[in-house]
Every structure is written in structure tokens, then in C-alpha cells.
């Protein structure tokens, strides 16, 4: 069967501007991709290109097996597609949107009065189906748009950032509708500034920073791939130096917020005593000291040079 | 380019592309006219806050210079009119539409901002239909508003002359001239994206009617007053609007009074799916 998602070489210029350079995908059939980034890396971009709604500078995609800039429409049939922001008009109820989602995609009306109520069910929106969406909160918008995006039953789900700007309970829900979807047969492709969701969500991902794809597998693998867990003390400034020296000794450099000294503790785990002990020889007072076990935020610091924001 | 027009059309050959993971239907055009129109008929209603305005400033507009104005029908040179009432039947009917005949445009630049819009052409749609919808909205409220403006015209005593046929004319006439500013706004939202541009119009609109025979007649005006407003198309289809309603029923008022606004609705729906085809090629 063919992937449902492939990208070759897709670059993305907006005047001098080069927001995608270069980005090859390759998307299996029934898989969650998770694209991730910091704001500005091109992940909007490349989604965009991948639904129809840029047309790609250089490079080619195919998505469900049809190619977006000469068989774009039938792409525009084949997916479904949640962008940012949830971008749904607040004078409309939730099951007018249904129903008008419906006939774009050429349902009957009788089907999509059976399709719409059931969707409203699954992402738990019943009871607010004939109110506008005007009085939803952020949570309750992004599961409509979810359910929105799946009224044609579509085997490829494009989500960009899906829970950016949600409360943890919103995120949780949102994250188990997808693996749900997922588990149903759905290839997802998702772009999130989240390591934890990518972590959760995604059998395979890609780390895109300054528009060109900087790592990519399992999340499992690349974390095993960093090997070392990742040491970090908080000191005074003027002890910050003579510290960055002694544990230099320990393993190499990492980065990590500006005021903090990291390592990759080269012995493990079991080497700390020793990173202890030179550390008080040398006089240098702790305030802090931290170990962690690899994390995709560890990844993304290997891969990028720097640290998602808000994370650590 | 070929590659741009592939794009563009939602409506191509679904058997030509065999190596799809599933087969693909294809929407019915006619159904999404009508639902987008529905939409946006619906949700224009329920603005009632942008609704309501366009229907009460003409009519105060009218009880005012109705009994303000009343003694200028014995001026020199005043059409030969029953009451100053009649006189501005048309001109109150066109203002009450002109407020809120960019509304398609302020709504589609919305959709725009809000990316609603690429919710729509990202789903299988004919993007004509996107146009069309706005367009069906703005046109049923100007007949909404329309007749309302006429019954309370009726209420305090104005008479059309020229009977049914002329009432009918009025209606069309306005609907189209609603179109005609709707396309104008709809063509500014494709190319600005941006509500506040599209917003920034009315003024002009609003001036275009007072720079008209709409409240007074041209015969009475001078200097360049006169010159602009009698190279002004609105006094081009006020003027026949007016003999309708105070001279009485005449073909060749009637097909000026609705060939105008029709040709101009043409003009401008051609250049707002021109536009729309533009911007889908060059994204």
C-alpha cells in the first residue's frame, strides 16, 4: 500500500524568506507523526503545503496517494484537517457547522444529520451542540474542530498544534480522542511545540528547526540515542565558571537555561558521588543539582543547540 | 501554469486520479451555494447589532427631512410630488441597503483573519460558492430591509404611483445594487484580507448617496456639487427609481432602474471571482 503521507525535498519560499528547506516525509499507514518545533520552524508551512493550502516553492508530496499541487482536490477529499487556532466562525452552532462540513464534502443532508449528533458524542459536545460557538471555551472549540475535521470519515488526520493555549485537562482529553482515532485505523500527522505531547502521542517523529528536519525516528530511539542522562546544578554566579570546569571533567557540555550548568553524565547515574565530591573539593556551594534520565528534550537540545521554550 | 488551474477547480475528474488510497466523492456545487447561503443569510440576522442600525438611521434620516424639507416642494424647479415622502422613497430604500452592503466583504475578510476560509478551501468545495454565499446573505437582507423601509413608508401615508410592477422594481433595484457593493467588498476582502479595509468603504458609499439626486434633486443643485452628482450612478438609478414612485409605471424607467445596478452586479461578481481565482493560483 502506498504511504499516505510523502514529502520529497519540499522547500517553501516567501519572498527571501525560506520558511521549509528542504523536507523529505515519509508517513506509514496508520502511524502518529508528530512534527516538532519551536514557533517559526515551518511546521505550519509544510502542514499547509500537505493540505492543499500552499502551493510548494520547489519539491514534491504526495498525501492518501494523490499528488497536492495537481490532484489537489481529490487530496482535499481524502483528508481531514484541524489547523491552528480553531478557526470557526462564533455566530454558528456546533451542529450547523456539522452539517455545513457535511455538504462541502458532498454528504446527503439526511447522512450528516446521523454523522453529527454521533461526532458531538464522540468528543463530548451533545449537550452543546445547538448553542453558538461563540459561548464555547478553548477546550470545547478544538474538539469540535476535531470533530469537524473527521465528518467524511477520513483516513489521513492533519492536526496543527491541537492543544496549544489548552489547560492539562483539555490536552488530556484531546490526546486520548486521537490515540482512540489512531487505534481506529486514522493515520494522524500532528505539529506540536510540546515535547511531552509528542512524547505521548507519536510513534514516530520529526524535530524541524529553521525549516529543515534536524532528527527523526521513535521517540524511544532517540532518546537511547543521547544515551547519557543529563546533569544539572544551579550556583552562584561567581562560582558558575569554576563549576562549568569541574564537571566539564564528568562529561560534555549541554545546554540549558542561561543561569544553570549541564552535562551529559558520561558514567551514568552511578558516577554522581564523584561529581559530588569534586565539586565540594573545588568549594563551589550548590543550590541546586538535578539528574535526569534522556528525555526528547534532550533530543531537541542535541538536535537544535537549544531548549524548547518552557521546557526543562 | 497548469499546475495552478488543477488546483483551482474542486470540481476535476475524480476517475482521473485511479491511485488514491480511497475513492473520492464529489460534492454537490448546488448544495454548498446553498448551504454557505444559508450560513450567512442565518448568521446576518443574528447580527442584529449591525442589522438593526441600517434600517433606523434612513428612516430617522426621513422623518427629519420629511418635515424639515416639506416646504422646499414649492421651490421652482421641484419635481411636481405629492409629499417629500414620496420623494425619497427610493433614496431611503438605497441608504438602508447601502448599510451593511459591505458586510459580505467585512464577513469574507473575517473568514479570512479567522481562517475559516482555509477551513473551506482546504474541504472539497467549488470556491465559487464561497462568493456566492456571501453574496446570497447580503442580498436577501437588502430585501428584507427594503420591504420593511417601504411598509413604515406606507404607514405614514407615502404612495408608489407607478403600482405594483414599480414596487417590484424598487426591490429588484435594490437587491442588485446590494450585490453590486457586496462584489466590490468581497473583492476587497480577497485582496487585503483584512475586515478594517474592507470596513473603511462604507464612508465612501455612505458619501456617494449624499452626493446624489437621492435627497434632492440635481435640477436644484449647483457648481460642482451638481457636476458630481450628475455623473454619479447612484443619481442614474435614482432618478428612474423616483419617476416610478411619483410619476407613475414606465418600461423604460423600469429597465434603467434595474439594467444599472444589474449591469454593475455583473461587473463586480466577474471581478470578485477573477480575484478569487488570483489569490488561489498564488498561494
Known amino acids: ?312 | 501554469m497548469t499546475a495552478a488551474r488543477a488546483d483551482d477547480q474542486s470540481a476535476d475528474d475524480p476517475s482521473a486520479v485511479g491511485a488514491g488510497m480511497e475513492p473520492p466523492h464529489r460534492g454537490s456545487v448546488l448544495a454548498q451555494a446553498v448551504e454557505l447561503s444559508r450560513r450567512s443569510i442565518r448568521t446576518s440576522f443574528r447580527n442584529m447589532a449591525a442589522f438593526i442600525p441600517g434600517l433606523v438611521f434612513p428612516l430617522m434620516l426621513a422623518a427629519v427631512y420629511s418635515a424639515q424639507f416639506s416646504r422646499a416642494l414649492a421651490l421652482p424647479g421641484f419635481p411636481k410630488v405629492d409629499s417629500f415622502l414620496d420623494f425619497i422613497v427610493p433614496a431611503s430604500i438605497l441608504q438602508s441597503v447601502s448599510f451593511g452592503a459591505t458586510a459580505a466583504g467585512a464577513e469574507l475578510a473575517l473568514d479570512i483573519e479567522g481562517g475559516f476560509f482555509d477551513r473551506l478551501v482546504s474541504s472539497p468545495v467549488a470556491r465559487v460558492t464561497i462568493l456566492i454565499g456571501r453574496l446570497a446573505g447580503s442580498a436577501v437582507e437588502a430585501l428584507v430591509k427594503s420591504i420593511i423601509v417601504l411598509i413604515v413608508f406606507f404607514v405614514f401615508g407615502a404612495r408608489v404611483d407607478g403600482g405594483v410592477g414599480a414596487v417590484i422594481v424598487l426591490l429588484v433595484a435594490s437587491v442588485l445594487l446590494a450585490l453590486a457593493i457586496g462584489a466590490v467588498g468581497l473583492l476587497l476582502a480577497i485582496r487585503t484580507g483584512s475586515q478594517e479595509a474592507v470596513n473603511a468603504t462604507f464612508p465612501l458609499v455612505f458619501v456617494t448617496l449624499f452626493v446624489s439626486s437621492a435627497f434632492f434633486p440635481t435640477e436644484l443643485m449647483t457648481g460642482w456639487y451638481q457636476a458630481v452628482a450628475q455623473n454619479n450612478p447612484i443619481t442614474w438609478i435614482i432618478d428612474p427609481l423616483r419617476r416610478l414612485v411619483i410619476e407613475g409605471w414606465s418600461w423604460s424607467d423600469a429597465g434603467l432602474a434595474i439594467g444599472l445596478p444589474g449591469a454593475l452586479a455583473v461587473l463586480t461578481m466577474a471581478a470578485a471571482v477573477l480575484g478569487l481565482q488570483r489569490k488561489m493560483a498564488s498561494r
Open chain 1, 1 to 312: 500500500m502506498t504511504q499516505p503521507i510523502v514529502a520529497e525535498a519540499l522547500v517553501r519560499r516567501f519572498g527571501d524568506l525560506t520558511a521549509v528547506d528542504g523536507v523529505d516525509l515519509h508517513v506509514d499507514e496508520g502511524e502518529v507523526f508528530a512534527f516538532l518545533g519551536p514557533n517559526g520552524a515551518g511546521k505550519s508551512t509544510v502542514v499547509r503545503m500537505l493540505v492543499t493550502l500552499l502551493r510548494p516553492t520547489e519539491g514534491s508530496a504526495r498525501v492518501a496517494g494523490f499528488d497536492v499541487v495537481t490532484e489537489a482536490a481529490a487530496v482535499r477529499r481524502s483528508i481531514g484537517v484541524a489547523l491552528q487556532d480553531a478557526a470557526i466562525d462564533p455566530m454558528m452552532t456546533g451542529n450547523e457547522l456539522l452539517l455545513l462540513q457535511s455538504v462541502m464534502h458532498g454528504l446527503p443532508r439526511s447522512a450528516a444529520r446521523v454523522r453529527g449528533p454521533e461526532l458531538l458524542e464522540r468528543v463530548g459536545l451533545t449537550a452543546a451542540g445547538d448553542r453558538r460557538v461563540g459561548t464555547y471555551s478553548g477546550g470545547m472549540r478544538r474538539r469540535l474542530d476535531l470533530a469537524l475535521s473527521l465528518i467524511h470519515e477520513p483516513r489521513v488526520l492533519f492536526l496543527d498544534e491541537p492543544t496549544t493555549g489548552l489547560d492539562p485537562t483539555s490536552r488530556q482529553s484531546l490526546w486520548e480522542e486521537v490515540r482512540r482515532l489512531n487505534d481506529e485505523g486514522t493515520t494522524v500527522f500532528l505539529t506540536t511545540q510540546y515535547l511531552e505531547e509528542a512524547d505521548q502521542l507519536a510513534g514516530r517523529l520529526a524535530i524541524i528547526d529553521g525549516g529543515r528536519i534536524v532528527r527523526e525516528g521513535a521517540p524511544g530511539t532517540l532518546k537511547e540515542a543521547i544515551g547519557s542522562p543529563t546533569l544539572r546544578i544551579d550556583t552562584p554566579d561567581s562560582h558558575r565558571d569554576s563549576a562549568a570546569e569541574v564537571l566539564a571533567r564528568f562529561g560534555e557540555p549541554r545546554p540549558c537555561r542561561e543561569g544553570r550548568v549541564a552535562i551529559g553524565l558520561a558514567g551514568g547515574a552511578g558516577g554522581m558521588a564523584e561529581v559530588v565530591r569534586a565539586l565540594d573539593e573545588a568549594g563551589i556551594p550548590l543550590d541546586h543539582l538535578e539528574l535526569d534520565a534522556p528525555s526528547l528534550d534532550d533530543v531537541f537540545a542535541d538536535a537544535t543547540g537549544r531548549r524548547l521554550e518552557g521546557a526543562e
